[in-house]
T-cell receptor, first 116, second 117 residues
Framework: DTGVSQDPRHKITKRGQNVTFRCDPI?????LYWYRQTLGQGPEFLTY????????KSRLLSDRFSAERPKGSFSTLEIQRTEQGDSAMYLC??????????????FGSGTQLSVL | AQKITQTQPGMFVQEKEAVTLDCTYD???????LFWYKQPSSGEMIFLIY??????QNATEGRYSLNFQKARKSANLVISASQLGDSAMYFC??????????????FGSGTRLLVRP
């Protein structure tokens, strides 16, 4: 169990540029989540995958955001035409997928995005 | 309406003393789970404790216990014998059962705990 891995840890970009983040969940975890966290706030849900299927997207996820999880393994989150309001910590989490209410999420260390 | 409310933005506690972090929740789902996570300055969210809506007893995990009052919809975290390493952000979270098939957690805004030596 090597934990959830996210890359890069930090990303600085200019407004209008596209960025892509990668998340490698714990091996054999079927469920994968993306969250966004701004300073002093709790994580906000963005989207959820069950294996390779994206089953839920938050209203926070505008059409500039897209997420994929090809083959049900790693996932990518892309933000197109970044805006300063996109500056945040992007957290990825995974869970085994065989539990119900008690299934805890395992989080990565996050990608800190700064849009200048 | 907020699903998870944490009314204490910041708390201080003396080392070796106990501290209670408040959490209230709002749901009409009869089946739900409540979680507490710790987020140190390094940023990683660390699971602390879980309480199910049907659990009869309050959950305990080492120095962490959850004071679950279902009728009041509160799930306060109690940390006993505080240590300097307990200084961090603490988040309460809920998973709804029947009303949410994504199994996502909904988080509160957090409480920053500082342990004084």
């Amino acid at each position: 169990d090597t934990g959830v891995s996210q890359d890069p840890r930090h990303k600085i970009t200019k407004r209008g540029q596209n960025v892509t983040f990668r998340c490698d969940p714990i091996s054999e975890h079927n469920r994968l989540y993306w969250y966004r966290q701004t300073l002093g706030q709790g994580p906000e849900f963005l989207t959820y995958f069950q294996n390779e299927a994206q089953l839920e997207k938050s209203r926070l996820l505008s059409d500039r955001f897209s997420a994929e999880r090809p083959k049900g393994s790693f996932s990518t989150l892309e933000i197109q035409r970044t805006e300063q309001g996109d500056s945040a910590m992007y957290l990825c989490a995974s869970s085994p997928g065989d539990g119900l209410f008690d299934e805890k999420l395992f989080f990565g260390s996050g990608t800190q995005l700064s849009v200048l | 309406a907020q699903k998870i409310t944490q009314t204490q933005p910041g708390m201080f506690v003396q080392e070796k003393e106990a501290v209670t972090l408040d959490c209230t929740y709002d749901t009409s789902d009869p089946s739900y789970g409540l979680f507490w996570y710790k987020q140190p300055s390094s940023g990683e969210m660390i699971f602390l404790i879980y309480q199910g809506s049907y659990d009869q007893q309050n959950a305990t995990e080492g120095r962490y216990s959850l004071n679950f009052q279902k009728a009041r919809k509160s799930a306060n975290l109690v940390i006993s014998a505080s240590q300097l390493g307990d200084s961090a952000m603490y988040f309460c979270a809920m998973r709804e059962g029947q009303m949410d098939s994504s199994y996502k957690l909904i988080f509160g805004s957090g409480t920053r705990l500082l342990v004084r030596p």
